[in-house]
């Protein structure tokens, strides 16, 4: 069983409607749990983190950990074609500050 | 304040061939990693290093390795390139926060091996 489960999609939704993305994970001793978003041809950027302990809601976006099921999920609301783009889910290694473990990204398709 | 620098962005290399690539961290940031991103296995970690120092190697082959400079600049070799290293090599600069490390990664280096 991998450590980040994560359903690739794609999922392709229309514009203004809520994308729902979620990852699930083994390891419990995770701190903290990380969103990236990565455009065709760019690196990775940091979206969102947030702490096992809580939620987060940062403008249109929000992020719920829930430890009990080692779930964790990322919202977008009012979404826009501009978020056309893969989501990945990312954790911390509990060995190394510098090493991620990456879900296998989510592409979302918005369309107009 | 400027971001992660890869260079070059596109590589295009023969079967047997070797590779270096290079990677300016965030000023300030003294840790590198690297990441191997491919359609099938997604974002893999390759290695770690801080301080000139290599912290940590993800499962790859001894055909890849690094390197770290004093001024932080990071580079990764790949000797004797498989087709199956075709992939877009990512560098990632880390800051830690408090309790939690940021990561910020360049756009990467797209390596086509033919």
């Known amino acids: 069983q991998k450590e980040v489960e994560q359903d690739p999609g794609p999922l392709s939704v229309p514009e203004g409607a809520i994308v729902s993305l979620n990852c699930t994970y083994s390891?419990?001793?995770?701190?903290?749990f990380m969103w990236y978003r990565q455009y065709s041809r760019k690196g990775p950027e940091l979206l969102m983190y947030?702490?096992?302990?809580g939620n987060k809601e940062d403008g249109r976006f929000t992020a719920q950990v829930d430890k009990s099921s080692k779930y964790i999920s990322l919202f977008i609301r009012d979404s826009q074609p501009s978020d056309s783009a893969t989501y990945l889910c990312?954790?911390?290694?509990?060995?190394?500050?510098?090493?991620?473990?990456f879900g296998a990204g989510t592409q979302v398709v918005v369309t107009p | 304040k400027a971001g992660v620098t890869q260079t070059p962005r596109y590589l295009i290399k023969t079967r047997g061939q070797q590779v270096t690539l290079s990677c300016s961290p965030i000023?300030?940031?003294?840790?590198v990693s690297w990441y191997q991103q491919t359609p099938g296995q997604g974002l893999q970690f390759l290695f770690e290093y801080f301080s000139e120092t290599q912290r940590n190697k993800g499962n790859f082959p001894g055909r890849f390795s690094g390197r770290q400079f004093s001024n932080s600049r990071s580079e990764m070799n790949v000797s004797t390139l498989e087709l199956g290293d075709s992939a877009l090599y990512l560098c990632?600069?880390?800051?830690?926060?408090?309790?939690?490390?940021?990561?910020?990664f360049g756009q990467g280096t797209r390596l086509t091996v033919v």
């Open positions: 000023s300030g940031h003294r840790s």
């Open positions: 990312a954790f911390p290694s509990t060995d190394s500050w510098g090493k991620l473990q």
């Open positions: 990632a600069s880390s800051l830690v926060q408090g309790s939690r490390t940021e990561a910020f």
């Open positions: 947030t702490y096992s302990s």
């Open positions: 390891n419990s001793a995770f701190q903290y």
